[in-house]
């Protein structure tokens, strides 16, 4: 079965950089893509980027785009999520998702959310 | 970028009743539209692909139409697991893939 495992939750201080990492298992790592949202507390879904794991492609929503790098490996079928600069407001939970084709690309497994919080 | 809205914000229902939620484009998306399921704690839930396919899994009482600006999903009838929030999104050519703001069901 398709499982997406992320790593646990995190305390940063402002200005520090955070990485997170989302283990992929049970399907094929490079026939999908990657999608990364993060939610801060009590508000909506924010889609940050994805990455193609086949191609390391990658597109990044334009306010994260100075800030966020997502890269894969391959050999562990693992994505990261990295993001710098780290401010109050990007304390957030944030998920990895893979992004299965069906006439379009959607998120249909999702990971179990990493935590991260900012603050000085 | 493509900005979502959806309505009502809240949807105050009964088990049994039937739920409708909408949501609207600011530009055609044709029928590249998702609807996710969020219950508290946990991650999101695929549940309608393609404005109108349900994914794996997904209730036969959950049913997504519509193409272009206008969507709509509706759950035939609820049941107590459904009180929730709901979210659209657009998955069209180009990122960014926005989300919606959010319906929540709640229990009337």
């Known amino acids: 079965q398709v499982q997406l495992v992320q790593s646990g939750a995190e305390v940063k201080k402002p200005g520090a950089s955070v990485k997170v990492s989302c283990k992929a298992s049970?399907?094929?790592?490079?026939?999908?893509?990657i999608s990364w949202v993060r939610q801060a507390p009590g508000q909506g879904l924010e889609w940050m980027g994805w990455i193609n794991p086949y191609s390391g492609n990658t597109n990044y929503e334009q306010k994260f785009q100075d800030r966020v790098t997502m890269t894969t490996d391959t050999s562990t079928s693992t994505s990261y999520m990295e993001l710098r600069s780290l401010r109050s407001d990007d304390t957030a939970m944030y998920y990895c998702a893979r992004d299965g084709y069906n006439n379009g690309w959607y998120s249909d497994y999702w990971g179990q959310g990493t935590l991260i919080t900012v603050s000085s | 970028e493509i900005v979502l809205t959806q309505s009502p914000a809240t949807l105050s229902l009964s088990p049994g009743e039937r739920a409708t939620l909408s949501c609207r484009t600011s530009?055609?998306?044709?029928?590249?539209l998702a609807w996710y399921q969020q219950k508290p704690g946990q991650a999101p839930r695929l549940l309608i692909y393609d404005a109108s396919s349900r994914a794996t899994g997904i209730p036969a009482r959950f049913s997504g139409s519509g193409s272009g600006t206008d969507f709509t999903l509706t759950i035939s009838s609820l049941e107590p697991e459904d009180f929730a929030v709901y979210y659209c999104?657009?998955?069209?050519?180009?990122?960014?893939?926005?989300f919606g703001p959010g319906t929540k069901v709640d229990i009337k």
């Open positions: 049970g399907y094929s790592f490079t026939n999908s893509l």
């Open positions: 999104q657009q998955r069209s050519n180009w990122p960014p893939f926005t």
């Open positions: 530009q055609s998306v044709s029928s590249n």
